[in-house]
């Protein structure tokens, strides 16, 4: 996946009303190892990784490029926003948009920081690269992520079969605001 590099990076750390968004840094090792092991956050992204390949192979700060948001919460990272440039999708509809992903710890899970998270992360795209629209696939089994998707305004494009299970892809138009 290529990255938004047309933008100024890193930004001044977001600030929601609980929330900081920012860069990540050699701090945020461990949160990572730990969300990308968690079988739980990969329940529908393939699996986790083994913890101790992840051990040895994370860089000292991981994901250091435009569009790569770690979400902190009280001082605590607790989930990561992505936004990278969709290259080589599975669907046409997606190739070259702007794609949102997004990682949680299970912990905190059902407090809404993954919605407010997302809808700053698109605040910034919006000022950095105004017009773009942005698309968001998940699979359609995952409920949370579905609701999510509404939530910040994504609108069905179409579903289709790929890794096993049926995918969702979904865009946000410019225009649409979060809330």
Not at 146 to 166: Q, T
Request: charged share 25%; glycine share 10%; with cysteine.
């Amino acid at each position: 996946m290529e990255n938004l590099g047309s933008v100024a990076w890193p930004p001044a750390p977001i600030r929601t009303e609980r929330l900081v968004l920012r860069e990540p840094e050699p701090r945020d090792r461990t949160a990572f190892v730990e969300l990308l092991a968690s079988p739980q956050v990969h329940s529908y992204l393939g699996g986790p990784r083994r913890r101790d390949e992840l051990e040895r192979e994370l860089p000292e700060v991981p994901e250091r490029w435009p569009g790569s948001f770690v979400v902190e919460l009280d001082g605590s990272m607790i989930g990561q926003v992505l936004l990278r440039r969709a290259t080589g999708h599975r669907r046409p509809a997606a190739e070259g948009k702007a794609d949102l992903g997004y990682l949680f710890l299970p912990r905190a899970w059902g407090a809404g920081y993954a919605a407010e998270a997302c809808a700053a992360a698109l605040g910034w795209l919006a000022g950095a690269l105004p017009g773009e629209p942005v698309v968001l696939t998940t699979q359609s089994a995952n409920l949370a992520s579905m609701r999510l998707a509404a939530k910040l305004g994504f609108i069905e494009v179409e579903r289709f079969d790929a890794w096993g299970a049926e995918q969702w892809l979904g865009r946000r138009s410019p225009a649409t605001s979060a809330g």
